[in-house]
């Protein structure tokens, strides 16, 4: 459970348990064997008696009723250290898949309700199959423990089958060789009662984490109140969805609530309806962005000579990103896995890696790269490309994964404007506009690279015929030798240097009387 205020998590909220499955005798089995060395006895009790406020006999919702009904039960302390114990025992929870909590939100009474929906246990022949599960196990009890559960889990087949060759033949009859139904008239009150006598259930709205998020809270306190836009603002409070466009671009570009607060004060960044036009925001929070990186930069300059002038050593500062949480995170199969460049191999695995480009804006992907401040003739690019292009923000992390590949894979590839131009038009021409695709397309092209190299090198070994330049019957140009230096090289005597003085006198006087 991420909780980032204890005040909105108290004995005094309320909540409610949904439970779809029944306990079988197996899953209490599992529960008491398998989950509780796991997470630890007062978790699996939680667990227990959550599951115990639906009827045994029953499926659906319970009561909805104040948390003080858990607090008391459990015999927590209901203030601070017991709420954080609560929390941290729904934790464990959720983080073997037994349970799942979800907040609603009420507008009319301006407070939360907590849905506590329990997940069945898995069957063991499921469990041992999950290896990060099994893994935790063996750390918690150890390996022989670990196979001696697993064999009071499971009963092997009868003796007298064992050692033996059997010819199994499935025999079942199917449904419709005994039952017939009535297909040519449809029961369309028996449907619609159906319909509405199911169970509704909320829909769930993954939202930003809250520690990394910007709220409604932060952004209402800074937003002036004479301002056109305030109407359109405040009706934030009840739209996840525009929130979710304001924290994904203040992740993208780096902005902090105030920045946030300047943008949505400007013209035409809402609609007559009072929606939020991505475009116009994200165009309006890259200029923002790039007049950030460029004051960042001078001043990074400036202080760097007065920390010259003064003969000190600069301090390393920390990034401090003020950065929306995305609204998803997508896991990426192993088959479209790419490797790790080399400059990233000392900092995450094959799996992080994957996991930044999928999921990351291309802007924080770039800082990645480069130690320092990023190009600007990059940024224009890649803006370009985003903003214009309109191709997915997934896409063009794998065009940036690719084209630094082609850098420190060792060849003598320029990556220039009209290069990076020209794969983006083919990316947009086979309308590649997922992430899977893209890998594929990068795959296809090293392909035909390849392809192109061995043929290359191929016709350059191969037995050609050499070429002759020069006329025909013509002889070659002799070699002219060259004059070497020697090492013995004598003074020259005086009376010689007095001989060839007057030699170049009588020449100097031989040549004044022929002019004259």
């Known amino acids: 459970m991420r909780m980032n205020n204890m005040l909105h998590f108290t004995e005094n909220h309320r909540y409610c348990v949904y439970r779809d499955f029944g306990l079988s005798p197996v899953d209490g089995r599992m529960l008491g064997l398998i989950y509780q060395p796991m997470v630890g006895a007062f978790a699996i009790s939680l667990y227990r008696l959550l599951a115990e406020h639906v009827p045994q006999e029953q499926v659906g919702y319970s009561e909805v009723e104040q948390q003080r009904k858990l607090f ?25 898949g037994l349970l799942q909590t979800n907040r609603l939100y009420v507008p009319d009474s301006d407070d939360y309700i907590y849905e506590y929906e329990l997940q069945a246990p898995l069957a063991p022949a499921e469990f041992f199959r999950t290896q990060h599960l099994t893994l935790l196990l063996r750390d918690k009890i150890g390996k022989f423990a670990v196979l001696s559960l697993r064999e009071q889990l499971f009963r092997g087949e009868p003796e ?8 199994k033949e499935n025999i079942t009859v199917p449904f419709y060789e005994i039952f017939e139904l009535n297909t040519h008239s449809i029961d369309y009150e028996l449907e619609q009662a159906i319909a509405e006598t199911s169970i509704a259930r909320q829909p769930g709205l993954k939202l930003a984490l809250e520690e990394d998020a910007i709220n409604y809270a932060d952004i209402i306190l800074r937003f002036p109140r004479e301002s056109r836009n305030r109407s359109f603002v405040e009706a934030l409070r009840f739209d996840p969805e525009g929130m979710g466009v304001v924290n994904y671009v203040a992740r993208k570009y780096d902005l902090s609530v105030q920045d946030i607060c300047r943008l949505l004060d400007e013209d035409g960044v809402f609609d007559s309806g009072g929606g939020i036009l991505l475009d116009a925001l994200q165009h309006k929070a890259n200029l923002q962005f790039r007049q ?63 996991m930044m480009l999928r999921n990351e804006p291309y802007t924080r992907l770039l800082k990645t790269f480069f130690p320092g401040s990023i190009p600007d003739n990059l940024l224009d690019i890649f803006e370009k490309i985003d903003l214009n292009y309109k191709l997915p923000g997934e896409v063009i992390n794998v065009l940036i994964h690719y084209l630094m590949s082609l850098l420190t894979s060792g060849g003598e590839q320029r990556i220039n404007r009209n290069f990076i131009d020209a794969i983006a038009a083919n990316m947009l021409l086979k309308q590649i ?23 290359s090198g191929g016709a350059a070994s191969g037995g050609g015929r050499a070429r002759t330049y020069g006329s025909r019957g013509t002889k070659p140009k002799p070699e002219i030798p060259i004059v070497e230096r020697t090492g013995q090289e004598t003074a020259v005597s005086e009376e010689e240097l007095a001989e060839l003085i007057k030699m170049a006198e009588r020449m100097q006087s031989g040549k004044h009387k022929k002019e004259v």
């Open 160 to 167: 007298a089958w064992s050692g033996v060759g059997l010819n």
């Open 433 to 455: 506009n997922t992430y899977e695709q893209a890998v594929q397309y990068i795959r296809d092209q090293s392909k035909v690279k390849e392809k192109v190299k061995e043929k």
């Open 292 to 354: 950030g990186k460029r004051r960042q930069e001078e001043r990074e300059v400036a202080y760097g000579k007065i920390v010259a002038l003064r003969g000190e050593e600069p301090k390393a500062e920390a990034d401090s990103v003020q950065a929306g949480g995305v609204a998803e995170e997508v896991a990426v199969q192993m088959e479209y896995y790419v490797d790790v460049p080399p400059q990233f191999q000392s900092k995450c695995d094959i799996h992080q890696y994957n």
């Open 72 to 96: 008391l039960t459990l015999g927590l302390d209901p203030s601070e250290k017991g709420r954080k114990f609560l929390i941290e025992q729904t934790s464990r929870l959720e983080a073997v």
